[in-house]
């Protein structure tokens, strides 16, 4: 059983950064590709990016695509987002999920672990 914990949310203004963490425990970190999501009010949980076990691999959305940035710690079971050239429609709760098989993917319905989410805010 594998426990995530995300931190680094929180209020910024249109324009700004912020850098999210995951925190996991009670599993084998490197074994998971992992990945983020955000969901908006009214509206789906959507893909942002992941990472491959080892960090080779990152594939984005396309509206993160250039802003956004994922890495991980294996040393300390820590998967980060950072976040740059924040907008008000990247307003959401983020979500870092495990996934322990296969490569990343897209679908939120392919990860068995999910961590309770981080609100982010992007004033205009």
């Known amino acids: 059983q594998v426990q995530l914990v995300e931190s680094g949310g929180g209020l910024v203004q249109a324009g700004g950064s912020l850098r999210l963490a995951c925190a996991a425990s009670g599993g084998s970190f490197s074994n998971y590709a992992m990945g983020w999501f955000r969901q908006a009010p009214g509206k789906e949980r959507e893909f942002v990016g992941g990472?491959?076990?080892?960090?080779?691999?990152?594939p984005y959305a396309d509206s993160v695509k250039g802003r956004f940035a994922i890495s991980r710690d294996n040393a300390k079971n820590t998967v980060y987002l950072q976040m740059g050239n924040l907008s008000p429609e990247d307003t959401a709760v983020y979500y870092c999920?495990?996934?322990?098989?296969?490569?990343?993917?897209?679908?939120?319905?392919?990860?068995?672990?999910w961590g309770q989410g981080t609100q982010v805010t992007v004033s205009s």
């Open positions: 990472i491959s076990r080892g960090g080779g691999r990152t």
């Open positions: 999920a495990a996934k322990g098989t296969g490569f990343v993917g897209t679908n939120p319905s392919l990860y068995e672990y």
